[in-house]
């Protein structure tokens, strides 16, 4: 694979893994605080020690929770593997090379089985369809806990609302919706 095409696979992966960690910070945060709250979500959520793998145990938890909240199959084995995924783009990139490297017989080593090679035509495919499936099941969720959002279909991008502000306020928005 070339240079050029493992690096927009890289971006891609990881700007869709934020996406996807946007979506549990703010499950998190509407579960145990009942809106979603700025203060918490950048002096907790987004804190650099609070990592996904706490973030998935948290999320099952209140899948077990809330029984108004259906539990989608497998969403949390998909979250773990695709975190595990977002790590081998991030981290793994050098490539080690058994004889010269005109012979092609090198690759990234797999952190965990070093006598493979990545294969991240592989993991790419794989995350794709995970991260997509994912997504899905997350904003269903979001929208059935009553999450105020925008989704931007052109952009594929969403505005999630902090909601303390709101509340303060005895506001609504007209522009923000629970996804419909």
């Known amino acids: ?36 709250s700025k203060k918490f979500f950048w002096e907790v959520l987004q804190d650099e020690l609070f990592n996904f793998g706490l973030r998935s145990n948290i999320l099952e938890k209140i899948f077990h929770d809330i029984p108004s909240v259906e539990k989608p199959k497998h969403l949390i084995e998909d979250l773990r593997r695709l975190s595990k995924i977002r790590n081998y783009f991030a981290h793994s990139n050098t490539e080690y090379f058994e004889g010269p490297p005109e012979a092609k017989k090198g690759g990234v080593p797999h ?17 794709e369809e995970k991260v997509q499936r994912a997504s899905e ?44």
């Open 1 to 36: 694979m070339s240079r050029d095409i493992l690096t927009k696979f890289r971006t891609k992966v990881i700007e869709d893994f934020i996406m996807i960690e946007g979506y549990t910070n703010t499950i998190i945060s509407k579960h145990y605080l009942g809106v979603v």
């Open 111 to 127: 952190p965990k089985r070093s006598s493979e090679f990545l294969d991240f035509d592989a993991l790419y495919k794989e995350f």
């Open 137 to 180: 099941q997350l904003i269903q969720i979001m929208d059935k806990m009553g999450v105020l959002f925008k989704y931007d279909t052109e952009k594929k991008n969403m505005t999630i609302l902090f909601e303390e502000n709101l509340k303060k306020r005895g506001n609504s928005s007209d522009d923000a919706s629970t996804g419909d």
